[in-house]
């Protein structure tokens, strides 16, 4: 199955097929997390500041920032939280000093990350002593598929219709992630897994937006004929049917974990 390497360039369009998602999932992870209040937060990976927003809603932070790697994510993190300091800026080399935030945190990120081993060796430079470390990412392995684009990757496969994904890395499993975690230096290691539910308006709503070419799962569906877009969305239509009000919706599952650095 062919893997992609992703970029999200297009804030308006991440935005509509991830920005629900995001603050769905991320209202769930901070319900696990249950940080304290007064922290310095660091957001790696920021993208559109969804998750930094929820931080400067939910957590009374001291303060927030956020870095990402895209501009053009940035620009709009910035204008839609102000509150927060957003950099363009990438996750092996932040642009922070030594133990400068009690709380670094990357939501849905860790996976596209190239160089995990060196992004994980700066969290833990720098989060002071005692500061935690957490992050958390859709559920997606070999075997198993949990992430909000499993029912169209399953259409996809159900026309013979080749399917990109977004990489699937070693750190994406319980055992992965906390061997990661200890060679970069972290203890107190804690993963669970944690689950959301999106309701589109109708089905409509749904298909119009993963069909957006932003998603491995969008440009896969980008490439097909006029034919096979409609075979695959009937079977979309017999996959996911549209409840009495119209409406559809689904659970997705993130696996999170969080790790604290020795004082």
């Known amino acids: 199955m062919p893997q992609i390497h992703v970029t999200f360039d297009a804030a308006s ?12 999932i991320g209202e ?14 660091l957001d ?15 957590c009374a932070p001291k ?6 790697p895209a501009p053009a994510q940035i620009e709009h993190a910035r204008k839609e939280t102000p509150q927060a300091e957003f950099r363009v800026a990438d996750a092996t080399a932040l642009p922070f000093g030594d133990g400068d935030f009690d709380a ?24 002071r002593a005692g500061g935690v470390v957490s992050a958390y990412q859709w559920d997606r392995r070999e075997d198993e598929n949990h992430s909000p684009f499993a029912p169209i990757e399953n259409g996809l496969r159900a026309i013979g219709a080749e399917v990109l994904q977004p990489p699937i890395v ?3 499993t319980p055992d992965g992630a906390r061997a990661a975690l200890e060679r970069a230096g972290f203890a107190d290691i804690d ?30 569906i980008a490439a097909l004929s ?25 659970a997705s599952r993130a696996l999170a974990f969080k790790a604290r650095k020795a004082v």
Not at 28 to 41: I, M, Q, S, V
Not at 63 to 68: E, F, K, L, N, W
Not at 227 to 242: H, N, Q, Y
Request: hydrophobic letters at 40%.
């Open 13 to 24: 369009d991440y935005e509509r097929v991830m920005g629900q998602w995001s603050r769905l």
């Open 28 to 41: 769930r992870f901070l319900d696990w997390l249950a940080p304290p209040p007064g922290l310095r937060w």
């Open 44 to 58: 790696i990976g920021c993208g559109t500041g969804a998750f930094s927003a929820i931080i400067l809603k939910r």
């Open 63 to 68: 303060a927030v920032a956020g870095i990402d």
């Open 104 to 127: 670094v945190t990357s939501a849905l990120v860790v996976n596209f990350i190239p160089d995990r081993p060196t992004a994980f060796r700066e969290m833990h430079r720098v989060v």
């Open 170 to 172: 070693p750190e994406a």
């Open 191 to 220: 993963i669970a897994t944690i689950e959301a539910r999106r309701s589109f308006r109708d089905f409509d709503d749904y298909w119009d937006t993963q069909t957006l070419p932003i998603s491995p799962a969008g440009k896969s």
């Open 226 to 250: 006029d034919s096979k877009r409609a075979e695959l969305r009937d079977v979309m239509r017999r996959m996911l049917p549209a409840e009495t009000d119209g409406s559809v919706s689904y």
